[in-house]
């Protein structure tokens, strides 16, 4: 049976590195898990992997969306299996690559997502609404819900209410399809809070080096963005969108996504520590350990 390497972690874990020296070794191919690099001219503040980094290792799923659009977990789950297929008839080894555990759990177990068309004008009333007021909103018409969503995320309490306003039931548990054709290794790297701490900070200072970060979104706003959709792309754009419009200093900028940043880590942690079948790994030789004994 054919198989497919999941390498995940939390964000600033060293993902990307790792994972290009093991795709090197092992003739793989990498599919990108990232609900922001799946977008165009976001490069900067996702942390989009350049073509020198790439060290000529093919990669899938980047900049197949425009920001002007929103690109939906279903859209992953259907070019991302493709692309998987694609790496199996060139016989080499795919790997899947990244932080949106969502995306990963789209792939692996092949769930179901709920069907539910947008509906512009509920989302339009919604849009009007605080993160705050929005979560409180579906605590209470869909309390189990509003336990596993990111209350931080306006799109994603904006798509559970329409599913739940829509249908008039609680949003669906996540059903499986059939499961994948491949056998699946899931490794996760595993760093202490104070590792990351200061792997955010390192690479902060490298994104803002330059303004080329603050040149990033000023040109993703010049190209018809407007400052509420930047928000929602994560707290790099949130934060830097906010000091270009005067509404934070340079300094409270920072200071906000590294607190944010830390946060966010805690929330993708929560999220993968409910997946028993993931081996937490600490570095490429414990990689490396266990592809070579799964393949």
Same mark, same amino acid.
């Given at each position: 049976?054919?198989?497919?390497?999941?390498?995940? @972690?939390?964000?600033?874990? +060293?993902?990307?590195?790792?994972?290009? %020296?093991?795709?090197?070794?092992?003739?793989?191919?990498?599919?990108?898990?990232?609900?922001?690099?799946?977008?165009?001219?976001?490069?900067?503040?996702? +942390?989009?992997?350049? %073509?020198?980094?790439?060290?000529?290792?093919?990669?899938?799923? /980047?900049?197949?969306?425009?920001?002007?659009?929103?690109?939906?977990?279903?859209?992953?789950?259907?070019?991302?299996?493709?692309?998987?297929?694609?790496?199996?008839?060139?016989?080499?080894?795919?790997?899947?690559? @990244? @932080?949106?555990?969502?995306?990963?759990?789209?792939?692996?177990? +092949?769930?179901?997502?709920?069907?539910?068309?947008?509906?512009?004008?509920?989302?339009?009333?919604?849009?009007?609404?605080?993160?705050?007021?929005?979560?409180?909103?579906? %605590?209470?018409? =869909?309390?189990?819900?509003?336990?596993?969503?990111?209350?931080?995320?306006?799109?994603? !309490?904006?798509?559970?209410?329409?599913?739940?306003?829509?249908?008039?039931?609680?949003?669906?548990?996540?059903?499986?399809?059939?499961?994948? =054709?491949?056998?699946?290794?899931?490794?996760?790297?595993?760093?202490?809070?104070?590792? /990351?701490?200061?792997?955010?900070?390192?690479?902060?200072?490298?994104?803002?080096?330059? =303004?080329?970060?603050?040149?990033?979104?000023?040109?993703?706003?010049?190209? +018809? !963005?407007?400052?509420?959709?930047?928000?929602?792309?994560?707290?790099?754009?949130?934060?830097?969108?906010?000091?270009?419009? =005067?509404?934070?200093?340079?300094? &409270?900028?920072?200071?906000?996504?590294?607190? &944010?940043?830390?946060?966010?880590?805690?929330?993708?942690?929560?999220?993968?520590?409910?997946? %028993?079948?993931?081996?937490?790994?600490?570095?490429?030789?414990?990689?490396?350990?266990?592809?070579?004994?799964?393949?």
């Amino acid at each position: 049976m054919n198989k497919l390497i999941v390498i995940l @972690g939390p964000t600033a874990s +060293g993902k990307t590195d790792l994972s290009i %020296k093991l795709a090197k070794k092992y003739n793989g191919e990498i599919v990108s898990a990232d609900s922001r690099q799946v977008y165009k001219g976001m490069d900067i503040g996702s +942390g989009k992997i350049t %073509k020198k980094e790439m060290q000529g290792t093919p990669h899938y799923l /980047l900049d197949v969306s425009s920001p002007k659009k929103r690109f939906t977990v279903t859209e992953y789950q259907k070019l991302s299996l493709r692309a998987i297929n694609k790496i199996h008839k060139k016989m080499m080894l795919p790997f899947l690559v @990244g @932080g949106t555990g969502f995306y990963i759990q789209s792939v692996i177990d +092949g769930i179901v997502i709920p069907e539910v068309k947008p509906d512009w004008k509920l989302r339009k009333k919604l849009e009007k609404k605080s993160n705050e007021e929005l979560f409180l909103m579906l %605590k209470k018409i =869909n309390p189990k819900r509003a336990k596993t969503i990111d209350r931080h995320n306006p799109h994603r !309490l904006i798509r559970a209410l329409e599913i739940v306003l829509k249908t008039g039931k609680a949003v669906p548990a996540l059903t499986r399809a059939e499961k994948p =054709n491949f056998d699946i290794l899931q490794l996760g790297i595993k760093k202490s809070a104070e590792e /990351l701490k200061k792997s955010i900070s390192k690479r902060l200072i490298k994104r803002l080096k330059n =303004n080329a970060l603050i040149s990033e979104i000023k040109k993703l706003r010049a190209s +018809g !963005l407007s400052w509420k959709r930047l928000e929602e792309f994560g707290l790099e754009y949130r934060f830097v969108a906010q000091y270009i419009q =005067n509404r934070i200093t340079y300094q &409270e900028m920072i200071n906000r996504i590294q607190i &944010e940043s830390e946060h966010y880590v805690k929330r993708q942690m929560t999220w993968f520590k409910r997946d %028993k079948r993931i081996n937490w790994i600490k570095n490429y030789k414990q990689a490396e350990k266990l592809i070579t004994k799964f393949i």
